[in-house]
C-alpha cells in the first residue's frame, strides 16, 4: 500500500524557519515527481513547489526565495525547507507524488505561523 507520510509542522513565530518532511514508501519514488500543496480554511488547495523526477523545481510567486524544495532519492524523501514564514502561510500542508494519471496524496501537516 503506498504511503505518504508528512512530518515537520508546527506553530512558529512569523519570521522563524520549519523544515517539512514526506517519505514514501511502495513506489518507485524517483520516477515520481513531487509537490507540495496547502490547504488553508475556507481557501482551496494550491500547490507551494514541486520538483520532478529529474530534479527542476518550480514555486508559487507567494513562496518564491522563502521556500526550497528538495528530493533525496535514496530515501524515499522529499522536502520543503521554510524561511521568513508569515502568518499567511498558515495551512494543512500535503505532500503529493505524482506520475501521468497516477496521483497520490499524504495526510497532511499543520503549519500555523503566528505574528
Known amino acids: 500500500q503506498v504511503q505518504l507520510v508528512e512530518s515537520g509542522g508546527g506553530s512558529v513565530q512569523a519570521g522563524r524557519s520549519l523544515r517539512l518532511s514526506c517519505a514514501a514508501s511502495q513506489i518507485m519514488f524517483r520516477v515520481f515527481a513531487m509537490g507540495w500543496y496547502r490547504q488553508a480554511p475556507g481557501k482551496q488547495r494550491e500547490l507551494v513547489a514541486g520538483i520532478t523526477s529529474g530534479g527542476s523545481k518550480n514555486y508559487a510567486d507567494s513562496v518564491k526565495g522563502r521556500f526550497t524544495i528538495s528530493r533525496d532519492n535514496s530515501n524515499n524523501t522529499v522536502y520543503l525547507q521554510m524561511n521568513s514564514l508569515k502568518p499567511e502561510d498558515t495551512a494543512v500542508y500535503y505532500c503529493?507524488?505524482?506520475?501521468?494519471?497516477?496521483?497520490?496524496w499524504g495526510q497532511g501537516t499543520q503549519v500555523t505561523v503566528s505574528s
Open positions: 503529493n507524488a505524482n506520475l501521468l494519471s497516477t496521483s497520490y
